[in-house]
């Protein structure tokens, strides 16, 4: 079965420029999840989606971050512009009945700005 | 609140030792859930196990096993004989049932180096 899919892996970009990052949750699962990992701060949520409704994007750091799920097997993360603290890895994760089940993640997407 | 420590930052051991992992949880919800994930130097984050409040025993899959005690609000993981392929990042997460949907609280996580 696929897992959680992801692209790109790793994204370099420069200061300024429109970063899309893009997911595809497993089949079936009605929740999906984008957080962001660092050094400093760890995982953190920023968005999640119930059958393609955003319901809480209270850990987006910012008016630049924004995410959108059009179906449920696609969602993207655009950050715009991108500066140089967005600098982490993005991860996608998604799940059915989340409180109960596990969420699954995906590989990651490395984003670097310079 | 919820809150999750994994007060482990690093750990190192030499190959087939055994080596357990804390995690102790804070939360004044009955129901809940806790999970351990495993970060690869890969980089995915790979789910390892569920359990709910209400189930306290005892896990074990293979090599790995699960010590959950409500005693102690603790959720600890055991790694028997362990391996290098073990060599990981290691976090222990909550989530409540009177919490938000996707409210999964993250330990900081332990970095666990197996040496060969």
């Known amino acids: 079965d696929a897992g959680v899919i992801q692209s790109p892996r790793h994204e370099v970009t420069e200061m300024g420029q429109e970063v899309t990052l893009r997911c595809k949750p497993i089949s079936g699962h009605d929740y999906l999840f984008w957080y962001r990992q660092t050094m400093m701060r760890g995982l953190e949520l920023l968005i999640y989606?119930?059958?393609?409704?955003?319901?809480?994007d209270s850990g987006m750091p910012e008016d630049r971050f924004s995410a959108k799920m059009p179906n449920a097997s696609f969602s993207t993360l655009k950050i715009q512009p991108s500066e140089p603290r967005d600098s982490a890895v993005y991860f996608c994760?998604?799940?059915?009945?989340?409180?109960?089940?596990?969420?699954?993640f995906g590989p990651g997407t490395r984003l670097t700005v310079t | 609140a919820q809150k999750v420590t994994q007060a482990q930052t690093e750990i190192s051991v030499v190959e087939k030792e055994d080596v357990t992992l804390d995690c102790v949880y804070e939360?004044?919800?009955?129901?809940?859930?806790l999970f351990w994930y495993k970060q690869p130097p890969s980089g995915e984050l790979v789910f390892l196990i569920r359990r709910n409040s209400f189930d306290e025993q005892n896990e074990i899959s293979g090599r790995y096993s699960w010590n959950f005690q409500k005693s102690t609000s603790s959720f600890n993981f055991t790694i028997t004989a362990s391996q290098v392929v073990d060599s990981a990042v290691y976090f222990c997460?909550?989530?409540?049932?009177?919490?938000?949907?996707?409210?999964?609280?993250f330990g900081k996580g332990t970095k666990l180096s197996v040496k060969p």
């Open positions: 939360t004044r919800d009955t129901t809940y859930y």
């Open positions: 989606f119930n059958n393609n409704v955003p319901i809480d």
């Open positions: 994760a998604s799940s059915f009945r989340p409180r109960r089940y596990e969420q699954y």
């Open positions: 997460a909550l989530s409540v049932d009177g919490g938000s949907q996707g409210n999964l609280i």
